[in-house]
């Protein structure tokens, strides 16, 4: 088990941001120990690693909230839960999922313009110092 702050350590997101995702429904409540602290456990940091890498990756709170509210689809596999009751999550998830690729391959074209004209203009300076050292 891990208090808040060690969760927070190890998972990269802050106690507060911690305390805050509890407050608005995207992580379950905390368990709590004899003295009413919060505690994780190993299968809550893996938990928090999957939210903070799509967090991470653009996604909103929202999308997130939409993927995880259902609970986790691996665990609910586990314990044979019908796929029929699995299919509306599922869709769910691949649209959500299917836009935010769609939205990061954007980005990501757009960064690679920048990384371009930066790589370019480097270049141009480099080609500058090179002349002004030839001159001397």
Known sequence: ???IREASEKSGI???TLRYYEK???LPPAKRNSGGRRTYTDGDLKFLAFLKSLKETG?????????VQDGCIMEQISMEVEMS???PSLHKRIDILTRHLQNMEAKKLELEQVISATMQKL???HSILAKDVDKK
């Open 85 to 87: 009751q699995l299919t």
């Open 59 to 67: 996604m909103s709170l929202d999308e997130i909230n939409e993927i």
């Open 24 to 26: 608005i429904g995207l």
């Open 14 to 16: 802050s106690s507060y």
């Open 123 to 125: 270049d141009t300076y």
């Open 1 to 3: 088990m891990y208090s």
